[in-house]
């Protein structure tokens, strides 16, 4: 599959809490915090890639990044198969990529009718209505909604509703890959399987690509090619979704795996639990970063900080000692229902 993306040892550091004291007047010493860091991946043409960690992973972050709506301090990025490094090549981008945002609702004006809201890409993005005012109507079909919506605000939209909506603005300048950062988040279980539905159906008919972030592995596990585990901006693991649900080799992606609802809770493997909270980008762990909350860390853990390994060809570790890890998981469990 050739790449429609590619995210290449990108680094993204953002301005840290305001010095205090006399450090506030050393030029050059405003201090920097490390959102991302040396992150690579590819998105292929008509491929969903999952994206999955814990908050604050910086998920939503690359995803921004990745729009050119926030800039990148190191590494490349490239849409197809162009470097983007002008202001012009991200115009490109948001005509060939769309992001579909976090909270629906709120990524809406709210005083301004659906039907007006749809047809903004184009404005935003100079391009002409190629239809006309049919066009709201046409998008909306397209996402399986009555036209009649167009003439609603978005209050009065239900969650499944909205969602629909913020695909149907994803699509209208026909883009070749969406990014759906939590597209499920907050909907029930049978209209997350709907939202789903919607996005595979627009892969088939349409060869979409998409990049799936969410907190859901059950959404996942349902829909995607391939899979990226992130870990304070770093990535863990990555590899074909199937591979790495059955057998995750990282003790983090374990622990996600193993904290998924088992419909049988004797399987749930209590030794694999998630320690503590993700600490704070503002004090990174030394070494391997995960160490202070890995059940299987041991002292170089602390001390060195653990390179990539290929456990296959398109299986990658960030462990010391990912040749250890292997453990059967109950990821199998492709019984269970999707749930946020
Ligand atoms: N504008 C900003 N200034 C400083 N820090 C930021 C900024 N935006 C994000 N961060 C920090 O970057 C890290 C990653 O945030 P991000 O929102 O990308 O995480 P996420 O994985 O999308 O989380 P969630 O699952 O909660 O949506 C967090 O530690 C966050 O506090
Ligand atoms: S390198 Fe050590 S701390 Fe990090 S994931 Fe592997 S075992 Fe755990
Ligand atoms: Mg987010």
Redesign the pocket.
């Known amino acids: 599959m050739s790449a429609l993306y590619e995210v290449n040892n990108v680094t993204l550091d953002?301005?840290?809490p305001a010095a205090s004291g006399l450090q506030r007047l050393l030029p050059g010493n405003a201090p920097r915090?490390t959102?991302l860091s040396g992150l690579s991946l590819t998105i292929g043409h008509g491929e969903m890639l999952g994206l999955v960690?814990?908050?604050?992973?910086?998920?939503?972050?690359?995803a921004r990044a990745m729009m050119g709506l926030i800039d990148i301090t190191d590494g490349r990025l490239s849409f197809q198969n162009r470097t983007l490094e002008s202001r012009a090549d991200f115009i490109r981008v948001r005509q060939g990529a769309a992001l579909m945002f976090?909270d629906a609702v709120a990524s809406l004006s709210p005083r301004r009718k659906v039907g007006a809201q749809l047809v903004e890409p184009f404005q935003i993005n100079g391009v002409p209505l190629p239809e006309g005012g049919k066009t709201a109507m046409t998008m909306l079909e397209r996402v399986g909604l009555p036209p009649s919506l167009a003439q609603r605000y978005p209050h009065e939209l239900s969650g499944g509703q909205a969602r629909r909506v913020s695909v149907a603005r994803a699509l209208a300048l026909q883009p070749k890959l969406v990014i759906a950062?939590?597209p499920t988040a907050g909907l029930d279980v049978s209209v997350q399987a709907e939202i789903l539905n919607l996005m595979t159906g627009l892969r088939r008919d349409m060869g979409l690509s998409f990049l799936i972030?969410t907190?859901n592995l059950a959404v996942v596990r349902h829909v995607t090619d391939r899979v990226a585990v992130?870990y304070l901006?770093r990535m863990v693991e990555w590899g074909p979704t199937r591979e790495v649900f059955a057998r995750p080799r990282h003790p983090y992606t374990q622990s996600l795996v193993a904290a998924e609802p088992q419909a049988d809770p004797r399987k749930r493997r209590a030794d694999l639990a998630l320690k503590g909270e993700i600490p704070?980008?503002l004090a990174r762990p030394t070494g391997c970063e995960f160490h202070t909350r890995c059940p299987l860390a041991r002292p170089r853990c602390a001390a060195e900080e653990p390179r990539p390994r290929m456990i296959t060809p398109d299986h990658m570790v960030r462990c010391h000692f990912a040749e250890d890890t292997k453990t059967e998981t109950q990821g199998g469990n492709h019984g269970t229902e999707l749930e946020h």
């Open positions: 953002l301005a840290g915090l959102i960690g814990e908050s604050g992973s910086g998920k939503s972050t690359l976090q950062d939590e972030i907190h992130l901006g704070s980008v």
